[in-house]
């Protein structure tokens, strides 16, 4: 038998590592939403989940498999193709992202260094943006193919949102990006070996991290859900498996995001390493998963706590506050960069 | 990378022609995401990451978006089939052919099928492509975003007619 050649092997181990990271992030996902249920049940005063499995672990399972054996319901007056294509596109565009995000730095398996990343894009940040700025169809065509009015205007609603705060989103890593001189996450993660960005641009980040709430369609900025005033909004019309793609697009998006603020502003996979070799390259991956985790949980601490807003306070909140903070703070940004670096 | 190329060119072709041919208006949007995210691709073949992902988020992810939420605002389903003008019915084809044959004319003189050019080597870096830009075509970039700024004022003056 042959031995496998360099360029097979390189892409067994490509088709290895989107394995892993889609099982771990599907996991993620999964118990996020037990997660979320714990924690709102604990602010609540409640239990949660309790009955499947100790501390009610396995409700996720249970969960996938009640909704995998539901009936699919597809209204009669719906446009097939379209109805078909919106979860599929929200599902996959909230896959696609996490290809670029490194989780560590690279181990060495039998003389062969390993990254912790799919793939290392010079543009990876920008790439990010771009799949989430794809993101807004998967809403936006659901309302629009339910061919039902609550759905119509959940989507309306969710693509105004969406396009509103894309350009803070922007804007609030537009000064991450100018200090560190690169879009490669992986080298905006190295630049922070002596200070997290955090701490260099802390209005960069209130801002990122509200728009990024919004951008997920997150409490206090569900309006496209709004469940009193909209039924559900933009999901109205799904049932079964394509309302599940929903849901785990949004999770999946919430990870996504809270993966970005770590690598953007807390310093990634940077922490105290110590011990043997192995531990040595392990240990940034838990400092990373430690530090999404606790994003997570701001998030759903955010969701059990704070009011839904009114759409238009949210407009005026996104275009007249968000935006032009943002724009001050790259202005501001590159003055002190100007008259430091001469 | 060849095959790619061909296949993301026949896919911005087809999607292209659908465009044109589609009776829904959201298809035919559709159908430009389509081609707007092959062209994408193919920049990314040719080294221009930055490019290619530029091309996605503004084309794909800002504009489309907003034809998108037009469409749906309109709320427009299928298009109503009208007869066409007498000036599009005899002149349509022949003119297309003609417009056709020029394009097809054109790219034969500049790059003839034997010498079939190579990838040029450029640099279409972020700060490559930002050098270009704001130094050595500041003054058509920031006359372009002049006449952007006076169509959106425009289109709020003709949207407001007291304000």
């Known amino acids: 038998m042959a031995m496998p050649s360099s360029e097979s092997y390189s892409i067994l181990l490509i088709l290895a590592k989107i394995a892993v990271v889609l099982l771990v992030l599907m996991t993620t996902v999964a118990y ?75 181990i060495t398996i039998a003389g062969k260094t390993i990254r912790f990343q799919i793939t290392d894009l010079n543009v990876g940040l920008l790439f990010v943006i771009a799949v989430t700025s794809l993101g807004v169809y998967g809403v936006a065509l659901a309302g629009w193919s339910s061919n039902s009015k609550y759905p119509l205007l959940g989507g309306l609603r969710s693509s105004a949102q969406m396009i509103s705060y894309e350009l803070s989103l922007g804007l609030g890593l537009m000064g991450v990006v100018m200090i560190t001189g690169s879009l490669s996450l992986r080298e905006i993660v190295e630049g922070q070996h002596s200070l997290w960005n955090v701490f260099k641009q802390p209005v960069g980040f209130l801002i990122y991290f509200t728009a990024a709430v919004a951008e997920t369609n997150r409490v206090p900025f569900d309006l496209p859900e709004g469940e009193s005033e909209l039924v559900g909004g933009f999901h109205t019309e799904y049932s079964s498996f394509k309302f599940a793609m929903f849901f785990m697009a949004e999770y999946a998006n919430i990870v996504t995001v809270s993966c970005l603020a770590t690598l953007l502003f807390f310093g990634g996979w940077l922490g105290p390493v110590f011990g043997p070799p192995v531990l040595r390259s392990l240990l940034p991956v838990v400092w990373f998963c430690l530090k999404v985790f606790c994003f997570l949980f701001v998030y759903i601490w955010i969701r059990g706590t704070l009011p839904r807003f009114r759409y238009d306070q949210l407009m005026a909140f996104g275009w007249k506050f968000l935006l032009p903070v943002g724009l001050l703070n790259v202005v501001a940004t590159s003055l002190v960069l100007a008259l430091s670096s001469s | 990378m060849a095959a790619l190329f061909y296949i993301f060119g026949a896919l911005a072709i087809l999607a292209a022609l659908s465009v044109v041919l589609q009776r829904t208006p959201v298809y035919s949007a559709l159908s430009l995401i389509v081609v707007l995210c092959s062209l994408a691709v193919v920049y990314l073949l040719l080294g221009a990451e930055f490019l290619a992902v530029i091309q996605v988020i503004v084309y794909a992810g800002a504009i489309m978006v907003l034809f998108v939420l037009v469409i749906m605002l309109l709320n427009a389903h299928r298009e109503e089939p009208t007869d066409r003008s007498r000036v599009a019915r005899i002149l349509g084809a022949p003119l297309l052919a003609v417009f056709l044959g020029e394009v097809l004319y054109a790219v034969w003189q500049h790059f003839p099928p034997e010498q079939t050019p190579a990838a040029p080597a450029v640099n279409a870096g972020p700060r490559a492509i930002g050098e270009l830009l704001f130094r050595n075509y500041v003054l058509p970039f920031e006359v372009t975003s002049i006449l952007i700024l006076v169509a959106v004022l425009g289109a709020v003056v003709l949207a407001k007619k007291q304000l």
């Open chain 1, 32 to 106: 996020a939403v037990w997660l979320e249920r714990k924690v709102v049940a604990r602010i609540q005063s409640r239990w949660g989940p309790y009955l499947v499995g100790p501390h009610g672990l396995l409700q996720p399972l249970a969960d996938g498999l009640k909704i995998f054996f539901k009936e699919d319901f597809v209204p009669s007056e719906v446009d097939r193709v379209v109805f078909w294509l919106a979860p599929f596109l929200a599902f996959s565009l909230a896959l696609l992202s996490i290809a670029v995000i490194p989780f560590g730095e690279s």
